[in-house]
């Protein structure tokens, strides 16, 4: 008698209760509806980001046709107006609003799938000789709880829909036979109980994975334009593989919790406690250690000493100009009429304000990095925040990816200022040549690989998590007693 | 077939089973009497390995139920005192579902139908669900599993609780035919009447200790209630 052949028995068994019963039909129409929802919500805004990106494209080639224009026409036909300057001959204008770039992060192509907190975070600046500062809402860091306050979305409806329905249609797995008296007529039948709860589960797992990948992979056959890259079925088996090993997690604390509970109820109530605790109150207390060792100065502070260092800079006027002739001699040549000479002093006030707020934004973004850092660390104790590290890293929404974009706008900004900065401190005009040789942005995906990398620490933490239950399965099994 | 050596089980201090020792060969219809708590169901846990003896061992055709138990399940057949099925499904889904779990083969509906008809099932009951089903129905049902398991050895608790004479009866007789096929039958049950109609041995247990063995045919109805009571009393 195979062991295999009873646990398949028993699995086909279990889906033919299951279905009589309803319960597992409910389930797997509520997964189907939230998912579905969550896809068309994560569509829209992957429309509405892709949308943007598109108008910022054509407002930056209009702004750039205007300076062509403006580069191509006669001298006499320039339009030179004290009130709304658009010289396009002046660097400090074309390197300021006129022909500032935009530095833009595609979503990828998987990013219908989980919005995670990519609607909070900006995914466009504008980059000019302006200052570039990118104190976003960062302060507290990625918390499923957010996914419940936030869009929803297929990363929302994975995170924490689906082990509540797992939960929900498993947490009675030998008690209900208990209960419904099943249980004695079926453990005298040579089949070990172990193969009865793995047969039980087996049904449970496969129709709730399947329905899961299903709705995922019609997304990209349907929806995906570039469904035949290789690299898309990639990045959707390493989504698949995640969803399976969370999935299995929770079907595992599931029948710990049947091994180890007395009735279904008391089960009911032990599992609504794990999900609570890692869904919910494990994030929340980490963000609150985070916030609390690592504290941030706030925007309001920021704001502060920008507005006093611009008034500081100001009353200091021609020093600032000198000072920064001081710093940058090699700049300190060409003439210009009155607006060059205010947009180089315009000039050296930043940088003068910039200096001051500097190591402001840098306790900043040290805090940040203490608290990005910690939460790396601390995620371990909630399979939730792993899987929702993971499956955001796939789908491209995650912060890490979003850091490397930050990352790349500044050295961008800064490849931006070290292009306009000497022709503005040198008062020379902006040429057509220079038109063509202006800094472009491109986000460089390869230097954000989705390597191993990023997924080796949640795929390990998952699978220890899941070991551990595993264990106290295996303790619990050979404790189990089919009467008593 | 069924044979149980010194068995004993105890609940922390409580003794449940003292020393049992009995042997129910192919073709016996063995009863065990006893009050409630008297060690009946403990004998019969003890058998199916639902719970481990304190000392002494049980036995299955001569494998020990503790170190084969798959195994010995397989020749043991159990009827529990409420037959419990699966109340969404139908009598021939629930038989079709536990024959396969206890053989490891796959039935026609036709060999299926005969079991349940030859347990006394009404053929029109086999395609209704449980949740319709009467007491005695489920038990037939019960009995069908037994059948269709081909088991050596058949254990019923409490099987005629709950019946009407009838049906009583009607469970009776399958039994008897099962006997005569040379199946091992322990029951362990309240009816004295049924126990000396349907049994060849009968044991008296007591506080977890077997207190008499006969056999059915040295004593008559009445005798049998006196010694029974004289025990129950003491």
Redesign the interface.
């Known amino acids: 008698?195979?062991r295999s052949?009873?646990i398949l028995?028993?699995a086909r068994?279990e889906l033919?209760?299951s279905i009589?019963?309803r319960r597992l039909v409910a389930g797997v129409c509520l997964l189907m509806l939230v998912t579905g929802a969550g896809i068309v919500s994560g569509t829209r805004w992957v429309n509405h980001q892709r949308a943007t990106i598109s108008e910022l494209e054509k407002d930056e080639r209009s702004r750039k046709e205007t300076i062509r224009q403006e580069l191509n026409a006669t001298p006499g036909q320039t339009q030179v107006s004290k009130a709304m300057p658009i010289d396009a001959r002046s660097p400090a204008i074309v390197g300021g609003k006129l022909g500032s770039t935009y530095a833009t992060l595609q979503p990828k192509r998987l990013a219908v799938l989980a919005i995670g907190q990519s609607d909070l975070l900006p995914f466009h600046f504008r980059v000019s000789t302006e200052s570039f500062r990118t104190l976003i809402d960062q302060d507290e860091i990625a918390n499923p709880a957010h996914l419940l306050s936030g869009r929803l979305d297929l990363g929302f409806a994975v995170i924490a829909l689906y082990p509540l329905i797992i939960l929900a249609i498993s947490f009675d797995m030998p008690a209900a036979e208990k209960e419904?008296?099943?249980f004695?007529?079926?453990?005298?039948?040579?089949?070990?109980f172990s193969d009865l709860i793995l047969g039980k589960v087996l049904s449970r797992f496969m129709v709730m994975t399947c329905c899961a990948l299903a709705i995922s992979t019609t997304v990209i056959v349907f929806g995906a334009s570039d469904r035949g890259d290789a690299s898309v079925w990639k990045d959707w088996s390493l989504w698949a593989s995640f969803l399976i090993l969370y999935g299995a997690f929770w079907f595992a604390l599931a029948v710990a919790a049947n091994l180890i509970g007395k009735s279904s109820a008391s089960n009911a109530l032990m599992l609504s406690g794990c999900w609570l605790t890692f869904v919910l109150i494990v994030p929340a207390i980490l963000n609150l250690i985070a916030v609390s060792a690592f504290p941030m100065p706030s925007r309001i502070t920021l704001i502060q000493a920008a507005r006093q260092a611009t008034i500081d800079a100001s009353e200091e006027g021609s020093r600032s100009l000198s000072a920064f002739y001081e710093d940058h001699p090699e700049l300190a040549e060409g003439s210009g009429g009155d607006v060059d000479e205010f947009m180089v002093r315009s000039l050296a006030t930043r940088s003068a304000i910039d200096e001051k707020v500097r190591p402001l934004i840098e306790r900043f973004d040290e805090s940040l990095e203490q608290r990005q850092r910690f939460i790396s660390r601390a995620r371990y104790l909630s399979p939730a925040l792993l899987a929702q590290d993971a499956i955001e890293s796939i789908a491209g929404t995650g912060t890490s990816r979003h850091r490397e974009f930050l990352a790349q706008t500044k050295d961008f900004h800064q490849k931006w200022q070290n292009f306009f900065v000497p022709r503005i401190a040198r008062k020379a005009k902006f040429e057509t040549r220079d038109l063509e040789a202006m800094p472009q942005f491109q986000f460089e995906e390869d230097r954000f690989a989705l390597t191993f990398r990023h997924l080796l620490g949640p795929a390990i933490g998952l699978i220890v998590q899941f070991g551990i239950v595993l264990i106290l399965i295996g303790r619990s099994i050979r404790d189990f007693?089919?009467?008593? | 077939m069924l044979v149980a050596k010194d068995l004993t089980k105890k609940y922390g201090e409580h003794l449940a089973l003292d020393r049992l020792n009995l042997a129910v060969l192919p073709g016996d219809v063995y009863c065990l009497l006893g009050a409630n708590g008297a060690g009946k169901t403990t004998t019969i846990n003890l058998f199916l390995n639902f719970v481990e003896p304190t000392a002494g061992a049980a036995f299955v055709d001569g494998s020990n139920v503790v170190e084969h138990p798959l195994e010995c399940k397989r020749r043991i057949a159990y009827v529990p005192e409420t037959v419990l099925l699966y109340k969404n499904l139908t009598g021939l889904e629930n038989l079709k579902f536990f024959a396969e779990i206890a053989t490891g083969t796959t039935f026609t509906r036709a060999s299926l139908v005969d079991y349940l008809v030859r347990s006394g099932l009404p053929e029109d009951a086999v395609d209704r669900r449980i949740s319709g089903y009467s007491k005695g129905m489920r038990q037939k049902v019960g009995i069908a599993i037994a059948l269709a398991k081909s088991a050596k050895a058949l254990i019923l608790d409490e099987p005629t609780s709950g019946l009407d004479p009838k049906a009583s009866n009607e469970f009776s007789r399958l039994l008897l035919d099962l006997s005569e096929s040379g199946v091992a039958i322990l029951m362990a049950t309240h009816d004295l009447f049924r126990a000396k109609e349907t049994g060849t041995r009968i044991g008296i247990m007591k506080s977890g200790v077997l207190v008499q063995s006969f056999a059915t045919s040295d004593v008559g109805h009445t005798e049998l209630e006196s010694i029974y009571l004289d025990h129950m009393s003491d």
Do not use: E, F, K, N
Request: net charge positive; aromatic share 0%.
């Open positions: 008698m195979s052949r009873q028995r028993v068994h033919r209760l009589a019963d419904a008296g099943t004695g007529l079926l453990m005298s039948q040579p089949i070990r007693r089919v009467v008593g």
